[in-house]
């Protein structure tokens, strides 16, 4: 059984900005105000091919 | 393929509320330099019409974004998001396997501007075109979200 991605102590933690997570979604590798250096401190610790994301207001609920 | 959902938390009048989202992890990729993937964290949305990406990442992938098709999308209560509409490759891996993959061509709006700063979404949203008409789609909430090509 997949379990959820717990993303709730990132997302209270880094309110702004790129955030990029092992390709697994488990862990936090880098954070940066740009989508270009989170992928630069991503590859430094020798993670190629994070998941990236920007922080989002999750507060809000969403209809679309 | 089956992925989970996301886990978040708000707290509305200071109650905590714990809230299971359908992010996922999708590649896109310039189909003319096909080795580089920025792997998103999307919101997989049947309600959307079309994929939007954040500018951010066309340019990250070589997109003279601003030179795609200019395009309007009107969300919940007539707001309006500008980007521009471009061919990009999707690639899904299998949580489970990432040597099973499912990969494809599509058109993506890259936003003109960042999103809205009040979505609660402000990387991608993945809608009927880019993702769901090249996918069989099962949401089992809150377990996980079954994604398949169409032939499986």
Same mark, same amino acid.
């Given at each position: 059984m997949a379990r959820p991605i717990n993303l709730s102590k990132i997302l209270a933690r880094y309110k702004k900005g790129w955030i990029a997570l092992t390709p697994d979604n488990k862990k936090l590798v880098a954070t940066a105000n740009s989508l270009k250096d989170v992928l630069e401190k991503s590859n430094k610790k020798g993670i190629s091919n994070p998941t990236v994301f920007k922080s989002a207001p999750v507060n809000n609920l969403f209809a679309g | 393929m089956e992925f989970p959902y996301a886990k978040v938390l708000d707290f509305p009048k200071h109650q905590k509320r714990t809230r299971i989202l359908p992010w996922i992890r999708v590649g896109i990729f310039n189909p003319k330099s096909p080795l580089k993937i920025v792997f998103t964290l999307g919101l997989v949305d049947s309600g959307a019409d079309i994929s939007i990406v954040d500018r951010e990442i066309g340019k990250e992938l070589g997109y003279e974004t601003a030179k795609g098709i200019p395009e309007k999308i009107i969300g919940l209560g007539g707001a309006k998001t500008y980007g521009f509409g471009h061919k990009v490759g999707f690639l899904l891996e299998d @949580? $489970? $396997?990432?040597? *099973?993959t499912i990969k494809y061509f599509d058109y993506v709006i890259f936003t003109? *501007? &960042?999103? @809205?700063? &009040?979505? @609660?979404?402000q990387t991608a949203i993945y809608g009927t075109i880019g993702f769901f008409r090249h996918l069989m789609v099962t949401f089992v909430y809150p377990k996980s979200i079954i994604i398949d090509p169409p032939s499986s």
């Open positions: - | @949580p $489970d $396997d990432n040597s *099973n003109k *501007n &960042t999103f @809205p700063s &009040t979505m @609660p979404q």
